[in-house]
């Protein structure tokens, strides 16, 4: 019971969050999440990392590191998308069978897909920066891989 009352109360406070800063209307904020959250803008960020990676390492360590990323974040997405999502069931909060989708401001009609929890780009963020992380033990590097995600 005391479980399910701290789950319950975490995604009411989560909700109000939501719909807090949705809520903010600030038209920025719109142009500035909608671009940042596409796949392409992050390219430049994933092509530093690989060549500071080929800079620092021998090329073969650096192919296996790029195909240990891959497989990285592959991994932390299916485990999200196929695994974890169909068992959580949570609908997104822009989906149309969740209750407070009506209060939930829509930007450029993407309302994304059926469930959002957990995040896939999270996720795929996270695995990509702790494996940064524990390749390279630089402490100014660390901070800002470790900042990015967050």
Not at 34 to 51: C, D, E, N, Q, T
Not at 70 to 86: E, K, N, S, W
């Amino acid at each position: 019971m005391i479980l399910t009352d701290v789950l319950s109360r975490l995604v009411e406070m989560d909700t109000d969050l939501l719909l807090a800063i949705n809520g903010w209307r600030a038209e920025w904020a719109d142009y500035f999440m909608y671009a940042f959250s596409g796949r392409w803008i992050w390219v430049p960020m994933y092509a530093a990392i690989f060549y500071v990676i080929v800079r620092n390492f021998h090329w073969k360590v650096a192919i296996g590191c790029a195909i240990a990323v891959a497989l990285t974040i592959t991994f932390a997405d299916q485990m999200g998308a196929t695994v974890i999502r169909p068992l959580v069931c949570r609908p997104r909060p822009a989906n149309l069978e969740n209750p407070i989708s009506g209060l939930v401001q829509i930007v450029n009609g993407y309302r994304g897909g059926r469930y959002g929890f957990p995040s896939c780009h999270a996720a795929n963020t996270f695995g990509l920066t702790f494996f940064v992380f524990y390749l390279f033990r630089n402490r100014a590097l660390n901070w800002f891989i470790m900042a990015w995600p967050s």
